[in-house]
């Protein structure tokens, strides 16, 4: 259950920004989010050969 802190986290300020009418503010933070995450799932590996 520990793993879903952050993923709860964005989903509690997006959904608060978007109830907050700052619908483009919380796209902008779903989408960098979104980002993030596929940027962790396909960056190279950062271990050296051997």
Known sequence: MRGF???L???AVVFLLSALRLRALATAVSLAWL????WTWVRPSRRGPG
């Open 5 to 7: 802190g952050p993923w």
């Open 9 to 11: 986290a964005v989903l």
């Open 35 to 38: 980002a993030w995450c596929v």
